[in-house]
């Protein structure tokens, strides 16, 4: 089993939806969480950063965390044809594995104008 | 400011080629990290240098041999490369310690022939 579980779409939605997408973690540990976004041969961007559980929001997106569950999901509200790109959460466990971040496999999201 | 730089975009190289990527970052990282990423799979790390000396090495081969010339710049030292390991070479920088909050650069497209 894999420490962390993305959907992995690929997923295809209209201009203007609300997109969810979804991480599972088995490890407890893991502190940290992020977002990157990557679009077709570019390198990943850090989208979101969240340490605690809970809701983080940052213009059209909220990151949330919830550890009692393992499970985080990131939204993207009023969804555009440039959020069309692979969604990518990553995790890390500081206290043992130091600078590793642990990556799901990405979700590939289509935004249709 | 939240770059980092890579060069060259491309590189195209025969396997008894000797050639060199190089990343640059001026955010006061003291924490650089090279990644490798194939189609479709998310990054994977290859090395960590934490203030200027390597503190993690994913048991990759020698014919990758990074080097750290000071805080602000990555090297990899590519030689005798094997097709499969064309791929996305991403370079990443942090702060050390605990938050792991990454950034990537552009990547460099290498393609071994």
């Known amino acids: 089993q894999k420490e962390v579980e993305q959907d992995p779409g690929p997923l295809s939605v209209p201009e203007g939806a609300i997109v969810s997408l979804n991480c599972t973690y088995s490890n407890s540990a893991f502190q940290y969480f992020m977002w990157y976004r990557q679009y077709s041969r570019k390198g990943p961007e850090l989208l979101m950063y969240t340490y605690s559980s809970g809701n983080k929001e940052d213009g059209r997106f909220t990151a949330q965390v919830d550890k009692s569950s393992k499970y985080i999901s990131l939204f993207i509200r009023d969804s555009q044809p440039s959020d069309s790109a692979t969604y990518l959460c990553?995790?890390?466990?500081?206290?043992?594995?130091?600078?590793?971040?642990?990556f799901g496999e990405g979700t590939q999201l289509t935004v249709n104008p | 400011d939240t770059e980092v730089t890579q060069t060259p975009k491309h590189l195209v190289m025969g396997m008894t080629n000797k050639k060199s990527l190089k990343c640059e970052q001026h955010?006061?990282?003291?924490?650089m990290y090279w990644y490798k990423q194939k189609a479709k799979k998310p990054p994977e790390l290859m090395f960590v240098y934490s203030y200027e000396k390597l503190s993690i090495n994913e048991s990759v081969p020698s014919r990758f041999s990074p080097e750290c010339p000071n805080s602000s710049l990555l090297n990899l030292h590519l030689h005798a490369l094997q097709p499969e390991d064309s791929a996305l070479y991403l370079c990443?920088?942090?702060?050390?310690?605990?938050?792991?909050?990454?950034?990537f650069g552009p990547g460099t497209r290498l393609t071994v022939t």
């Open positions: 990553a995790m890390s466990d500081p206290e043992t594995s130091g600078s590793r971040l642990t």
């Open positions: 955010m006061g990282h003291r924490a």
């Open positions: 990443a920088s942090s702060h050390p310690g605990q938050s792991n909050e990454q950034y």
